[in-house]
């Protein structure tokens, strides 16, 4: 499998896709087919060195969902949001790998894709009013009133 591994954090930071073997499944974990994972400010700050150095290589990303390839609680095929907690892609091999084991406590079941009709767009995507409203909407705790 492919896995995006850092090998130096810092400016610039070092960043190698490597092949290695599909992790195995422990008692207690799940084995998912990676098929999204976020970049968002962590994995940046880790990457950049915000934190210090990190345990390199380590495969960043502690977010993410996928597809269980093999489990104890969950059949084959399952779409399953993944919650890296603290230390997936912090202090151990995170979502930046087309295969991952996640503790099951942390994944979250995904409710299969919609196949029914798309809902039509909301008029404030399609155009702009002919008119000016006659008076602005008041806002209660973030919400039109």
């Given at each position: 499998m492919k896995a995006i591994a850092t090998r130096r954090s810092g400016?610039?930071?070092?960043?190698?896709?490597?092949?290695?073997?599909?992790?195995?499944?422990?008692?207690?974990?799940?084995?998912v087919r990676v098929r999204t994972a976020t970049i968002n400010q962590l994995a940046n700050s880790l990457r950049t060195g915000a934190f210090g150095s990190l345990p390199a290589p380590i495969v960043l990303g502690n977010e993410g969902a996928g597809t269980v390839e093999e489990s104890a609680i969950l059949p084959a095929g399952t779409r399953v949001a993944v919650h890296g907690h603290g230390d997936m892609g912090v202090t151990i091999d995170g979502l930046y790998q087309q295969y991952v084991t996640v503790p099951d406590q942390r994944l979250l079941p995904l409710p299969p894709p919609s196949t029914g009709p798309k809902?039509?767009?909301?008029?404030?995507?399609?155009?702009?009013?002919?008119s000016p409203s006659p008076t602005p909407p008041t806002y209660s705790a973030g919400r039109p009133s």
């Amino acid at each position: 499998m492919k896995a995006i591994a850092t090998r130096r954090s810092g400016t610039p930071g070092e960043m190698t896709v490597e092949e290695r073997p599909v992790p195995a499944r422990r008692p207690g974990q799940t084995l998912v087919r990676v098929r999204t994972a976020t970049i968002n400010q962590l994995a940046n700050s880790l990457r950049t060195g915000a934190f210090g150095s990190l345990p390199a290589p380590i495969v960043l990303g502690n977010e993410g969902a996928g597809t269980v390839e093999e489990s104890a609680i969950l059949p084959a095929g399952t779409r399953v949001a993944v919650h890296g907690h603290g230390d997936m892609g912090v202090t151990i091999d995170g979502l930046y790998q087309q295969y991952v084991t996640v503790p099951d406590q942390r994944l979250l079941p995904l409710p299969p894709p919609s196949t029914g009709p798309k809902a039509p767009p909301s008029p404030s995507t399609t155009s702009p009013p002919t008119s000016p409203s006659p008076t602005p909407p008041t806002y209660s705790a973030g919400r039109p009133s």
